[in-house]
């Protein structure tokens, strides 16, 4: 008995059908039919990622304006990179979020408690190298969460996770060469 093969061809969806669906749900953007069927889990999370993001920034923006001694010009100067590179995060996020065909849930009244990290003023120079750290870590591993979650559904969600995920690690790796 011979075993059938089948053809490459048959593993995608025919030309014609491409363009009938694309002219069909015109509107629609970048979210196809293919696009996962728990799209508002992810806008979920996105918003989540955002909130924190943006937690992020104004707790080092706090930091850098009121951190002071002898040692206190270089750390500033961290805190500052961190929070204008956790902004672009939030860029980021908040232009995929339009992309899938939401909108970005920056609501200042409920922005801390939809944020995976604390805001955590810190009295001491050290308590606030720990505290930016302690939220680095909670975002990295929110980031490697989500990241599984999404696996190969969402490749372009995904890839830019990963790269805020580099810069994340990045940041904690850099505020525990700090506490040193």
């Given at each position: 008995?011979a075993?059938?093969?089948?053809s490459?061809?048959?593993?995608f969806?025919s030309?014609?059908t491409?363009r009938?669906q694309a002219r069909?749900?015109?509107?629609?953007?970048?979210v196809?039919?293919s696009?996962?069927?728990?799209r508002e889990?992810?806008?979920?999370q996105?918003?989540k990622?955002?909130?924190?993001?943006w937690?992020?920034v104004?707790r080092?923006?706090r930091?850098a304006?009121v951190?002071?001694g002898?040692v206190?010009?270089?750390?500033?100067?961290?805190f500052l990179?961190h929070?204008?590179?956790?902004?672009?995060?939030?860029?980021k996020?908040?232009?995929?979020?339009?992309q899938l065909?939401?909108e970005?849930?920056?609501?200042p009244?409920t922005l801390a408690?939809?944020?995976h990290?604390e805001y955590?003023?810190?009295t001491s120079?050290?308590?606030?190298i720990r505290?930016?750290?302690?939220a680095?870590?909670?975002?990295v591993?929110?980031?490697?969460?989500?990241?599984?979650?999404?696996?190969d559904r969402?490749p372009t969600t995904?890839?830019?996770?990963e790269?805020?995920?580099?810069?994340e690690?990045?940041?904690?790796?850099e505020?525990?060469?700090?506490?040193?």
């Open positions: 008995m075993t059938q093969t089948k490459p061809e048959s593993s969806t030309t014609e491409l009938a069909k749900h015109v509107e629609d953007g970048p196809t039919v696009y996962p069927a728990d889990a992810i806008l979920e996105l918003n990622a955002l909130a924190t993001e937690v992020c104004l080092y923006l930091h304006y951190i002071s002898v206190s010009e270089p750390i500033k100067a961290h990179e929070a204008r590179e956790e902004q672009v995060h939030a860029g996020l908040a232009e995929r979020i339009v065909g939401a970005p849930d920056l609501n009244a408690e939809r944020s990290a955590v003023p810190g120079t050290e308590d606030m505290e930016n750290l302690i680095e870590r909670i975002a591993e929110a980031y490697r969460e989500f990241i599984r979650f999404l696996g969402d995904r890839a830019m996770l790269s805020i995920l580099a810069q690690e990045e940041h904690a790796d505020l525990r060469d700090l506490l040193k």
